[in-house]
C-alpha cells in the first residue's frame, strides 16, 4: 500500500479537492493524509491566542473569519443536495464546537484541541465528498492511532499495533482518509506533531504499514536546491538520499517537517515529493542511494542562539565536555552545531524554553556568552574526502559574510556555517551563484 499525503494548499480550495480524488484513483489500496485547509492552523492559534487572552469579543470575530469562507467551500465542493446538506452539518458542527470555547478558562490543552479543529474538518469534508463521487473510502481517526509519548515522540509501536488491525477490518474500503498533524499525547489529550507535522504522520504511518512509499504531494515540483522563497533560479533535486534529506529538512528546508524521513529509513520506505498542481513533474525521490556525488542544496535554519562556554582553567581539562553535555541533556535541550578549541566550545540550541537555567548551571564551572538571532545554513551533498574543491568553492562564495562557526567532518554529507540572521538572504543567493 502507498500512502499519499497532501498538505495545505493541496486541499486548499473545493476544485483542489477535485483533482486530488482525481489523483488518488487507481485499482490499489491507498492511505490518504490530509493537512488542514491553508490557512486555517493559523487561524486557529490566532483564535487560541484571543482565547487565552480573555478576549472573547475578538475571538468570536476570528472564528466567524475562519468559518465563513468554509460555506461557500462546501457548497462549491458537492454537486448533490444531499452532499451539500451534509457538509454544511459537518461545518456547523465544528463551528459550534469552536465557539463553545469562549467565555470559559483557556489554557494549553485547550489550545491544542482547537488547533486539532483544522484535519477534523478538511478530512471530514474530503471523505463526504469521496462517498459522494462512489469511493469506497473510510475516514479513519487519527486520534485512535496516532501517539506520542511524555518526551512528545511518536510511539511507532503503539501506531503500528493500533492502525494495522484497523486497516485489516475494513476488507471492502480502497481507500483509508486519515488526519495529518494530530496525535493523543501520553495522558491521552488531544496533541500534535508541531506545525508541518502532516509530513510527518504520513511517514509514520508509512512505517507503521510498511508502506510501499510515502508520497508527499505539495504546492512545488520537489526538494529545490535552494530555498524558493529567498533565492531565484533554484531548481528540483531528482534523487536525494535519505541521509541528505533528512539533513535538509532538519535544517530548514519547508517542504519537510523536520522528522519526516527517519520513519522512512529506519525500514527503507522510499519518499516521493510531488507537485499537486503540476502531478506530470519528476519531483524528487528519496531513497537508500543516488549515483549524484556533489554538492546537492542548501538549506537554512533560523531562531538559533549560539552560546559560548570557556572553561575557567586555562585547557579544556578532561571532564570538562561531559559536564557541558549534561547540563543541556538535564535539560532536554538538543543541541544543533559544535565547534571546540584549546580553551571554549561553542554550541547552538533552537529551544530556549530552559535557556537561564542551562546557563545558570553552566556559569557555575565556565564563562558564557550568547549572542541571539543566528541562523545556520547547512550545505549538503556527498563531500567525499577524494574530491577536494568543494569546501574552497563554499567559502569562496561566502567571502563577504561574516562566519561565527563552522562545521565539517561531522558527517560525510554536510558542511554547515552558522550566521547572524541578517546575512541569511545574501548567505543563500552567494552560495546559489558560487556552488551550483
Ligand atoms: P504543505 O502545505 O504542502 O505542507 P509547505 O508550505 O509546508 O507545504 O512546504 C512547501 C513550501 O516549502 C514550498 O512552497 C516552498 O516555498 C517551501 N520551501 C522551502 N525550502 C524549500 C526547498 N528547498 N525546496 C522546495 N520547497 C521549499
Ligand atoms: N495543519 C498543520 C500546520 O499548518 C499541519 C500541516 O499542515 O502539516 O502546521
Ligand atoms: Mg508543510
Known amino acids: 500500500m502507498k500512502v499519499l499525503k497532501f498538505g495545505g494548499t493541496s486541499v486548499g480550495k473545493p476544485e483542489r479537492m477535485h483533482s486530488i480524488a482525481n489523483l488518488i484513483k487507481g485499482n490499489d489500496k491507498k492511505l490518504i ?20 487572552a480573555n478576549d472573547s469579543e475578538k475571538g468570536m470575530k476570528l472564528i466567524d473569519e475562519l468559518f465563513k469562507p468554509y460555506f461557500n467551500f462546501v457548497d462549491q465542493l458537492f454537486s448533490t443536495t444531499e452532499a451539500k446538506k451534509n457538509g454544511q452539518k459537518i461545518i456547523d458542527i465544528h463551528y459550534e464546537f469552536v465557539k463553545s470555547f469562549l467565555n470559559k478558562s483557556f489554557g494549553e490543552k485547550e489550545t491544542k484541541i482547537i488547533l486539532a479543529e483544522g484535519e477534523l474538518i478538511s478530512t471530514a469534508l474530503f471523505q463526504e465528498y469521496l462517498l459522494e463521487i462512489g469511493y469506497k473510502s473510510v475516514l479513519l481517526p487519527a486520534l485512535d492511532f496516532m ?46 506533531l508541531k506545525r508541518g507535522g502532516s509530513d510527518y504522520t504520513a511517514s509514520l504511518v508509512g512505517a507503521a504499514i510498511r ?24 531548481f528540483p533535486i531528482a534523487a536525494l538520499t535519505f541521509d541528505e534529506a533528512a539533513e535538509l529538512a532538519y535544517f530548514g528546508a ?128 556527498d563531500f567525499l574526502e577524494d574530491k577536494p574543491g568543494l569546501v574552497k568553492k563554499i567559502f569562496d562564495a561566502l567571502k ?30 552567494a552560495l546559489n551563484e558560487g556552488v551550483f
Open 33 to 52: 493524509v490530509l493537512s488542514a485547509v491553508s490557512g486555517t492552523t493559523n487561524a486557529l492559534v490566532a483564535i487560541s491566542e484571543a482565547l487565552s
Open 147 to 192: 501517539k506520542i509519548d511524555e518526551d512528545n515522540e511518536p510511539v511507532l509501536t503503539h501506531i503500528e499495533d493500533k492502525l494495522n488491525p484497523i486497516i485489516a477490518k475494513h476488507t471492502d474500503a480502497q481507500y483509508f482518509i486519515t488526519q495529518g498533524f494530530i496525535a493523543r499525547n501520553s495522558n491521552g489529550e488531544i496533541d500534535n
Open 211 to 234: 508502506a510501499e512509499e510515502v508520497q508527499i504531494w505539495t504546492d512545488i515540483d520537489g526538494m529545490h536546491n535552494n530555498d524558493p522563497r529567498i533565492v531565484k533560479n533554484t
Open 254 to 381: 519547508k517542504i519537510l517537517h523536520p522528522s519526516t524521513i527517519l520513519p522512512a529509513k529506519k525500514y527503507a520506505i522510499p519518499v516521493r515529493l510531488l507537485n499537486t498542481m503540476q502531478p506530470e513533474a519528476k519531483g524528487t525521490v528519496i531513497a537508500d542511494q543516488t549515483s549524484d556525488r556533489d554538492i546537492k542544496a542548501i538549506a537554512a535554519k533560523d531562531n538559533l542562539i549560539a552560546i559560548k562556554i570557556k572553561s575557567t582553567r586555562m585547557l579544556l581539562a578532561y571532564g570538562f565536555l561531559r559536564r557541558v553535555f549534561e547540563v543541556f541533556e538535564k535539560y532536554k535541550t538538543p543541541i544543533d552545531m559544535i565547534t571546540t578549541s584549546e580553551v571554549a566550545v561553542s554550541v547552538t540550541i533552537d529551544d530556549d524554553k530552559n535557556l537561564i537555567n542551562i546557563l545558570e548551571e553552566l556559569k557555575s564551572f565556565c564563562t558564557v556568552e550568547v549572542d541571539k538571532n543566528q541562523t545556520i545554513v547547512c550545505i549538503v551533498g
Open 400 to 429: 563577504a559574510i561574516p562566519i561565527r562557526m563552522i562545521s565539517y567532518g561531522g558527517s560525510k554529507n554536510n558542511v554547515s556555517v552558522l550566521i547572524n540572521t541578517q546575512h541569511k538572504n545574501d548567505a543563500l543567493n
